[in-house]
């Protein structure tokens, strides 16, 4: 949602900024409808996550910093369970973080059973290769025991021939069902905010992720569920 200039004027220098001596003041009171009640208990979410993944949305409640401390200084802080919904609020939004990294640790962990699987197709092309050679020496093997004269004994190498093409062409198969990618990085998921990482990455790279907007917002939101925990 746009902001407009009015309303902008009107959060620098309130909204009063018009108004002539003597008249009425027009300004809310922080227990207004209008009035961001999260932003009363500490920050607002939805200001959190702006143009990322994660946005919110643009809050429709007002920010005021004067209402903050007026909120803060009054009697009734503490009393008008704000604090409580603003604790629910910001544990539905862990709840999804939660969720998407356990997610990225299934895809990991299925990642990881796929590069084993592809190992062991690696393996089986090595042995599929030593069979094939084996196969080659056995038939030079055939021919010149046929040249012998030694017709049995090179029925009995034959059938060890036949019994080596059926497990060669056994593993061709298990080859086919487990190709061969290109391998991938290493990766590991962020414990903040869910965020797949390369482990061992450029200190620049981890830097930018630990700076970033929804790292951080993630790692706020985390901090104040952990304090409203322990004051709780």
Same mark, same amino acid.
Not at 7 to 26: A, F, I, V, W
Not at 63 to 77: F, I, Q, T, V
Not at 82 to 99: A, H, K, P, W
Not at 116 to 130: P, R, V
């Given at each position: ?54 946005? #919110?949305? =643009? ?6 910093? $004067?209402? /903050?401390?007026?909120? @803060? %200084? ?35 962990? #299925?990642? =990881? ?6 190992? $062991?197709? /690696?393996?089986?092309? @090595? %042995? ?35 019994? #080596? ?10 080859? /086919? ?56």
């Amino acid at each position: 949602m746009a902001v407009t200039a009015a309303q902008l004027l009107d959060e620098l220098m309130g909204k009063d900024r018009n108004r002539t001596p003597g008249e009425p003041s027009s300004r809310i009171h922080w227990s207004d409808n209008e009035m961001c009640k999260y932003f009363l208990c500490g920050f607002c979410p939805h200001e959190l996550f702006t143009n990322t993944k994660a946005d #919110l949305g =643009a809050c429709p409640k007002v920010h005021d910093e $004067a209402l /903050k401390k007026e909120y @803060e %200084k009054s009697n009734r802080r503490g009393s008008m369970g704000y604090e409580e919904t603003f604790y629910r609020f910001l544990q539905g939004i862990m709840s999804d973080v939660e969720r998407r990294i356990r997610r990225g640790h299934e895809r990991l962990a #299925l990642n =990881a059973k796929k590069e084993q699987d592809m190992k $062991a197709a /690696k393996g089986d092309d @090595e %042995k599929i290769s030593m069979i094939t050679d084996h196969i080659s020496q056995l038939l030079n093997e055939i021919e010149s025991l046929g040249s012998e004269g030694k017709v049995e004994e090179a029925q009995g190498v034959m059938k060890l021939v036949d019994q #080596l093409k059926e497990e060669k062409e056994s593993l061709v198969q298990m080859s /086919k069902l487990n190709p061969m990618s290109s391998q991938e990085k290493q990766m590991e998921v962020c414990e903040t905010c869910g965020a797949f990482l390369i482990v061992g990455d450029a200190q620049s790279r981890v830097d930018d992720h630990l700076q970033g907007k929804q790292h951080v917002g993630y790692a706020r939101i985390k901090a104040a569920v952990d304090e409203m925990k322990v004051g709780g």
